[in-house]
């Protein structure tokens, strides 16, 4: 069993930057592919990012291409997702998942692949 627990999220303002990370207890981190997705009130969960075991290859959806960073630290078991300009849009709970198989594209932006997935942390921006 996976435990993932994430952090970093608050309250900024549009154009603000924040980190988020994910952790896990129990099992390592390197040993799955990780994604980030995130849920806004009313809204089904949507895929943000992804990145490789080795962190090598990364996908992003449209909406965070060119401000999103998925990242990982072995070392630390964690998994970064580094958010610039953000923008009121992007307000919304984003959880990290582990999924144990690699995968490719458009399969991997789906919820149904990961295994495990954290609690949440909240992102809200203000305008």
């Known amino acids: 069993q996976v435990q993932l627990v994430e952090s970093g999220g608050g309250l900024v303002q549009a154009g603000d930057s924040l980190r988020l990370s994910c952790t896990a207890s129990?099992?390592?981190?390197?040993?799955?592919?990780m994604g980030w997705f995130r849920q806004a009130p009313g809204k089904e969960r949507e895929f943000v990012a992804r990145?490789?075991?080795?962190?090598?290859?990364?996908y992003y959806a449209d909406s965070v291409k060119g401000r999103f960073t998925i990242s990982r630290d072995g070392a630390k078991n964690t998994v970064f997702l580094q958010m610039n300009s953000l923008r009121p849009e992007d307000t919304a709970v984003y959880y990290c998942?582990?999924?144990?198989?690699?995968?490719?594209?458009?399969?991997?932006?789906?919820?149904?692949?990961?295994?495990?997935w954290g609690q949440g942390t909240q992102v809200t921006v203000s305008s």
């Open positions: 998942a582990a999924d144990s198989t690699p995968g490719s594209w458009p399969t991997v932006t789906t919820t149904d692949v990961y295994d495990y």
């Open positions: 129990g099992r390592t981190l390197s040993n799955y592919y």
């Open positions: 990145i490789s075991r080795g962190g090598s290859t990364t």
